[in-house]
């Protein structure tokens, strides 16, 4: 069976002008700032004048323990975006940006798949429209500012054995390479040598400070509050110390803005900030979920990871800090999962073992009482391989059903909102039936 890469169906995706897109949402173009015909950020402005509207119904799309190539759950998320504008809600799809990391990994990058792709595909999975070269630019000024800081005389005693800032750059290199090194080599003229390193740019708190902020006096204000070194006695040293928040907030100021595109289906899509699950909340950024929540009748969105981590970051941060109240929540899994955790070797996934996939499926048992525990209402989607057969699908059907749950076949990689119509009804009833008593 032959199929098309995903780059082949995104270059052939019929996309409007973004204009347009946001016209769907009710935003004029005067707060539309384009980057080129197919993506634009939203401006503050236009933000702002949201304030007081109702908000949509939010829909956390989160996932069981992944097999190395990932469950699908962005591909899922962006499917049941089309599928819930296909049976006639305004919905919105708010995900994260893609880190170039691990783009050129295996893991590829973070516009979803198939049918269900957000485009422009590429451009979101490299340079995009800046936000993590400002980010980068960001964490690395408050570096610099340490460094020159001390050999300018140290004036606030910073202990050079207890700089816990260091330095960031968006590539794999810093994983081997630049993950432990010696600055300030080379005599007086270049300072005082001392061990440091670097980490990813989406490992940067100035990354997880972003998405968790309100507009540009909440981001300085956080930034402000950054722990850089400790002195000899062990007293913190904050970014503003060294009057560093007001400069880095200036490199941030475009990035804080939320990027709009669309879906292969012309639907709206904001795709916005990008930390980490492991390291800090793995959720896109507030921003641009509560604009998402004032434009849209529902909003998808989804949380790093699968529902152990991702999930309860989403619903323990992100809600909590934000004040979200999410009315409900799709878990993603696959058959392919349900074998891996019950003990199938890679190279086996894709043939026939339903004693496999029934042993694989407390795990997924697990993530659905861990969202249950939440008080929010869950439904899982199978994500549909070829490979799968009926029997094997039937195994999943029957043990989420004994969790007091549904779990429903989802086609969408193949066939777009056509393949996820029953889910997002599903979705539709359990949020409008008010059954969600969110609490963290």
């Avoid at 000024?141 to 260091?166: C, P, Q, T």
């Avoid at 904001?270 to 434009?295: D, E, Q, R, Y």
Wanted: net charge neutral; glycine share 10%.
């Amino acid at each position: 069976m032959a199929f098309k890469t995903d780059i082949e169906i995104a270059r052939e995706a019929k996309k409007q002008p973004i204009m347009e897109i946001g016209a769907k949402l009710g935003i004029p173009s005067e707060h539309l700032l384009p980057y080129g015909h197919d993506k634009a950020k939203v401006s503050q402005e236009f933000i702002r004048s949201l304030a007081g509207r109702p908000d949509g119904k939010l829909i956390l799309v989160t996932a069981i323990n992944p097999t190395p190539a990932g469950e699908g759950k962005t591909t899922t998320t962006v499917g049941l975006g089309d599928g819930l504008n296909r049976i006639g809600k305004r919905a919105v799809v708010c995900i994260r940006e893609a880190s170039l990391g691990p783009n050129f990994g295996m893991k590829g990058g973070a516009a979803g798949g198939g049918m269900a792709q957000v485009v422009p595909m590429e451009e979101m999975n490299l340079h995009f429209t800046g936000d993590f070269h400002a980010i980068t630019s960001a964490h690395n000024l408050l570096s610099a500012m340490i460094d020159n800081h001390i050999y300018w005389g140290n004036e606030l005693a910073i202990d050079e054995r207890r700089i816990v800032w260091r330095r960031v750059m968006d590539m794999n290199d810093r994983d081997r390479a630049l993950r432990d090194i010696v600055v300030n080599l080379g005599g007086v003229a270049n300072g005082f040598p001392r061990q440091t390193g670097f980490d990813i740019t989406v490992a940067s708190e100035v990354m997880a400070i972003l998405c968790l902020s309100n507009d540009l006096d909440d981001l300085q204000k956080r930034l402000g509050d950054i722990v850089v070194a400790y002195t000899r006695e062990k007293k913190p040293i904050y970014a503003r110390d060294i009057k560093a928040d007001g400069a880095m907030t200036v490199l941030l100021k475009d990035a804080m803005q939320p990027n709009i595109v669309q879906t292969l289906e012309n639907n709206p899509a904001f795709v916005h900030g990008g930390p980490f699950a492991n390291i800090a909340h793995g959720c896109n950024s507030v921003i641009a979920t509560k604009t998402a929540l004032k434009l849209g009748d529902y909003v998808v969105t989804e949380a790093g990871f699968g529902a152990d981590l991702g999930a309860e970051k989403f619903f323990d941060i992100k809600c909590r800090k934000a004040g979200l109240k999410p009315s409900a929540a799709v878990i993603v899994a696959t058959v392919r999962a349900m074998k891996m955790n019950g003990g199938v070797a890679k190279a086996d996934l894709g043939a026939e073992n339903v004693e496999a996939v029934k042993k694989g499926c407390p795990n997924l048992g697990r993530h659905i009482g861990n969202v249950k525990g939440f008080g929010v209402p869950v439904v899982v989607a199978i994500n549909h391989f070829y490979s799968d057969t009926d029997a094997e699908i039937a195994a999943v059907k029957a043990y989420v059903a004994e969790q007091g749950a549904e779990a429903i076949l989802c086609k969408h990689w193949a066939n777009g909102s056509a393949g996820i119509e029953e889910l997002a009804h599903k979705v539709v009833q359990m949020a409008e039936s008010g059954a969600s008593n969110f609490a963290p």
